[in-house]
C-alpha cells in the first residue's frame, strides 16, 4: 500500500498508520510538478563547496539511530520539504529521498550528535558520501548508489540550508516513543482495574495519575500534528519539549505508584506461598522496588539548559529509559496479578483470573525468567482484554 504525499496537513493518525503499516510513500502529482519547474544546481564549483561543507557538519560518534526512527524522519522530512514554504529542493533531491525511503536505504546517523549534524549525515548520502544500512549490512553510500544506478546529485547551498534546518529528527524521536507509549498507557488502565479487585488498600489515586498520563500523551500527540502543518521557521518547539517534559513527570508517577502495589502484592503473596515460589516473589518484590529507584534517578530538571536550549537528545533519551523502565513494571505487575489469581483459584467472573487465563503464559514448573520473557512478549503483542 502506498501514502501519497501533498500539501495537505499530515494528521497524526496519517504518520502512525505510515509507520505501523510500512507504507510505501509517493508525491502528489501538482506537488511533482511545481517541483519539476525549480531548476537544478549545475556548478561544479558549487558542488565542490556544498560536499566541503556537508563534510565538515557531519561531527558525531556512537551507535547509529535507529532505522525506525530514521524511518519516521525521512517521512517527516519529505512532508516538511514538499510543503513550498521558504525554499523547496528540486525534484531530483525529493525524488532521491523517497527512493531512501522506498527502498529502505536508510542513511547511518550517529547518536552523539547535534540536530544539524544529524540532518546533514542524513543527507551527505545524496552527494554519494557518508554511510548508508541496506539489507542489513553498513555500506558506502557509493556502493548502494551502484546498486541501483543512482548518480550522485548537484545541491545548491540554498537547498542544503533547507535540508539540514528541519525539526524532523527531533519531531521524529518524539512521534516514536508516543508510538510505543501507547500500548503500556492501555495496559496501565488495564492493571489498575486488575489491582482494585486484589488490593488489601484500594489504589484510589491511580486512576487520577493514569488520567494525567493519558490527557499528556494527547496533548503531546495534538502539539506534534500542529507543528506538521507550520513551517520550520514557525515550529514551536519550546512548546514540545514542555510536553515532553509533562508527559514524561505524569509517566514516572504512576509508574512509580505502579511499583508500590505490585510490591504490595509480592509481599502478599510471599506471606501466602511455600518454597520455592516464597524466594521467587521475595526476589520479584526487590527487583520492582530497584525498578522504582531507577524511575526516581532518570528523571532530569526541567531548568537544565542544553535541553531546554539546544538539545533534545538528551529528554529523548529519558522518556526512552522510562517507558522501557515501565514496560518491566508492568510485567512484573501482570505476572504478580496473575500469580494471584493462580494461587487463590478465584472466582471464574473475577478480573483477576480473567487476566490469569487471557495470558496464557503460565507453565507449571516453568522457571520464572522464562514466564517473565512470555509475558513481556504477551505485553508487547496483545491488547489488554475488557474489563468488564
Known sequence: MTFTLSSENLTFAALEKIYQEKLLLEIAPDIIEYLNSIPASTSDNNNRLVENYLTAHVVGFGPPVPESIIRLTLALHLHALIQGSVQTPHLAVIQRLLAFYNREVWPLVYQQSSPVSQLTQLCLPLV???????QGYELNATDVMDIFSWPPLSLSTAEVDVL??????????????????????????????????????QPNALLTEWQQLTNAVAASRQNMEENFALPFVKQ???????????????????????????????????????PPATTSFNLASDLVLSLKKQLRLTFISPTDTIVTNKDMRILHQEL????????QVITLAFWSVAQVGRLFNLAPGNLTLSTYYHSSFYVPKEMVSDQLDKTLHFIRTTSPAPTT
Open 164 to 201: 539540514i534546518n528541519q525539526h524532523s529528527l527531533t519531531q521524529a524521536f518524539v512521534v516514536h516513543n508516543l508510538l510505543q507509549l501507547q500500548p503500556y498507557v492501555n495496559w496501565l488502565e488495564y492493571l489498575i482495574q486488575m489491582f482494585y479487585q486484589i488490593a488489601a488498600i
Open 320 to 327: 526512552t529509559a522510562a517507558i522501557t523502565l515501565t514496560e
Open 128 to 134: 554519494g558520501k557518508g554511510k548508508v544500512s541496506f
Open 236 to 274: 514551536k518547539m519550546a512548546l514540545v519539549r514542555e510536553h515532553t517534559f509533562t508527559l514524561l513527570k505524569a509517566l514516572n508517577q504512576i509508574t512509580s505508584a505502579i511499583t508500590e502495589i505490585t510490591s504490595e502484592t509480592f509481599e502478599n503473596l510471599n506471606s501466602s506461598s511455600e
